[in-house]
């Protein structure tokens, strides 16, 4: 099957139900006025070619679908109107097969289907449709020329690359140069390609009325490139999806129906071309505003300036990410504050002036934001007191800025909150009720409303 068969039945089914649908939504009436030749006409929904040099080439496995718009003069009310196509090999005008689509609403394509049965490999068919009013029927339409072709290109194609062999690491920092070739291949038309093994399907959409809305797929230039000349090559310039590691380029040739060869890849591997994260001091402190210089590598500076940075924090409060435009030597300083209560990282990648995006370089830091806890009377993992003993328990910061602390006694019992005094610290005082095991969980709040990561504290009244 063709690679836009599958996808244009698909499409072709949602344009005829919106037809059935717009005809049972529209009270009909008894045909009347004068037929006129069609228009909008199209063959496997593509383009009707009224130029017999130059057919539209079409897979034909499933038979082939002609449409057009009846056309209509001096009708009244909501007729449903016919359509009548013939088509015949351009050797043998008398071998004429007729096809027939009735009861269309006025406005819509009217598609039929000639059998695959009458369509032979390789010849070139002209087809023509009429409307059909009751017993009055249209002047014909310029016949359409299409040639039939369900054979794939029988070779793969071939790729090479001048600037990145497959045979060990290369520098990365500038574009792929990548040559397609047809194999040997005389009716390839282009290539298709793409850095995923699954590459798109060709399809074409179906508009209003049921009119396709056929595309060039060689316009996309992120997955298509026609060859030069018929069977010839392509060459292609492109940026890989990742910085470094191994690269695989997917690859198959299209002939003029669109059908596809086996698909054939391009391996080779990519050094890495990661900036470098410095920040201004060597461990910044939570919470507070610190530089951060991002600087190329040197190899990918030298073959395109780097223009930017895009940097994503994770594990930070209110992570997102950024763009950082460079300087003329390709560096950048930003600043941030990272308060992230475990810690955080920063992920960074550089793109070159060239479209070059490098791997990202990883920078980062881990933080205890736990308060620290103690007590005389009821010491941390001991066994002391006892019931109805006062004890008193000391929360102290291990950041800067925390003014309150909130604690609960076992899990399950309410919290409770207390502010800092002027040292950021603060005590509490408590009676245990009975013996037993006991679980204190205390966690701070800074001035900002982070609130940061819990302590337990657990010790046994005797």
């Known amino acids: 099957m063709s690679l836009g068969a599958r996808a244009r039945a698909v499409l072709a089914s949602l344009g ?18 004068t037929p006129t030749t069609p228009t909008q006409l199209f063959n496997g929904y593509r383009h009707c070619s009224t130029d017999a040099s130059r057919p539209s080439y ?23 109107v016919g359509m009548r196509y013939q088509a015949w090999p351009v050797t043998d005008p008398t071998r004429i097969t007729t096809v027939t689509r009735d009861r269309v609403p006025l406005g819509f394509e009217a598609p039929a289907t000639l059998p695959a049965g009458v369509l032979a490999e390789g010849q070139t068919y002209a087809w023509q449709a009429q409307t059909v009013v009751g017993s009055a029927v249209s002047d014909w339409s310029t016949p359409c ?23 060990g690491w290369n520098k990365g920092g500038e574009p792929v140069a990548f040559t397609l070739s047809a194999g040997g291949v005389d009716d390839v038309e282009g290539f298709e390609f793409s850095w995923q093994q699954d590459l798109p399907v060709i399809g074409t959409s179906i508009g209003d009325h049921g009119i396709p809305q056929p595309v060039d797929p060689y316009a996309d230039t ?27 380029l997917w690859v198959r040739s299209l002939d003029r129906a669109h059908n596809g060869s086996a698909i054939t890849s391009y391996t080779f591997l990519v050094s890495s071309t990661a900036p470098t994260v410095t920040p201004a001091v060597p461990k910044p402190e939570f919470g507070e505003p610190t530089g951060f210089t991002f600087r190329p590598d040197p190899e990918l500076q030298a073959k395109s300036p780097v223009v930017s940075y895009s940097v994503r924090t994770t594990g930070v409060q209110n992570d ?23 810690g955080g990282n920063l992920q960074v990648t550089s793109r070159s002036a060239n479209g070059w995006v490098s791997d990202a370089a990883w920078w980062s830091i881990s933080y205890d934001t736990t308060p620290t806890v103690a007590s005389d009377a009821y010491p941390e993992n001991g066994s002391s007191g006892g019931a109805g003993v ?25 919290e409770v909150t207390v502010p800092a005094d002027a040292d950021h ?6 009676t245990p009720a009975s013996d037993g095991w006991y679980d204190l969980t205390v966690y701070a709040t800074t001035r ?15």
Do not use: C, H
């Not at 006062?390 to 309410?414: C, L, Q």
């Not at 610290?425 to 408590?430: K, M, P, Q």
């Not at 940061?452 to 010790?459: E, H, I, K, V």
């Open 320 to 342: 997102r990410p950024f763009e950082v435009a460079a300087g003329a030597d390709g560096t950048a300083t930003v600043d941030l504050a990272l308060d992230g209560i475990y």
């Open 425 to 430: 610290s603060a005590s509490v005082d408590w």
């Open 222 to 248: 992120k997955y298509f490139k026609r060859a030069d000349t018929l069977g010839g090559s392509a060459t292609l310039s492109l940026v890989p999806p990742n910085g470094s590691g191994p690269m695989t």
């Open 145 to 167: 020329y299409v040639t039939v072709d369900r054979t794939r290109p029988a070779d793969a194609p071939t790729i090479t690359s001048p600037n990145y062999p497959p045979d």
């Open 448 to 462: 900002s409303g982070v609130q940061l990561a819990p302590y337990d504290y657990f010790f046994t009244v005797n």
């Open 16 to 33: 005829t139900l919106g037809l059935a649908l717009s005809a049972a939504a529209s009270p009909a009436s008894a045909a009347d006025g």
């Open 58 to 80: 079409q897979w034909t496995g499933e038979g082939l679908v002609v449409e057009g718009i009846p056309g209509i003069t001096g009708s009244t009310g909501n007729p449903l």
């Open 390 to 414: 006062p004890g008193t328990f000391t929360f102290a910061p291990k950041v800067k800025d925390v003014v309150s602390y909130t604690y609960t006694f076992n899990n399950g019992d309410p």
